[in-house]
Nanobody, 114 residues
Framework: QVRLVESGGGLVQPGGSLRLSCAAS????????ASWYRQAPGKGRELIAE????????NYADFVKGRFTLSSDNAKNTVYLQMNNLKPEDTAVYYC???????WGQGTQVTVSS
């Protein structure tokens, strides 16, 4: 079954870190563009970061620049989102997305709270 499976969310204090993972099944992630989005309660889904096919270019939204890092591991067919210096306003459900297949993961909850 072609799918994306996220993991790594949880509860963290402000200033803390989390690493989200997104594993692809039944297709090769490295040959596709991959994106991370998030959706906070009562808000629309917003783009956080995206990587071009074969990792040639990575773009970030301004609100995460310097704090979040997108990376990929081709051997594991997985993309990651390392999130540092987390803030309460980062609380949201985080999704990975493969635009070429219009394929979304199930989402993983990130809560930043003291």
């Amino acid at each position: 079954q072609v799918r994306l499976v996220e993991s790594g969310g949880g509860l963290v204090q402000p200033g803390g870190s989390l690493r989200l993972s997104c594993a692809a099944s039944q297709f090769t992630f490295s040959s596709s563009r991959a994106s991370w989005y998030r959706q906070a309660p009562g808000k629309g889904r917003e783009l956080i970061a995206e990587i071009s096919p074969y990792g040639g270019r990575i773009n970030y939204a301004d609100f995460v620049k310097g704090r979040f890092t997108l990376s990929s591991d081709n051997a594991k067919n997985t993309v990651y989102l390392q999130m540092n210096n987390l803030k309460p306003e980062d609380t949201a459900v985080y999704y990975c997305y493969a635009p070429g297949r219009n394929l979304w993961g199930q989402g993983t909850q990130v809560t930043v709270s003291s």
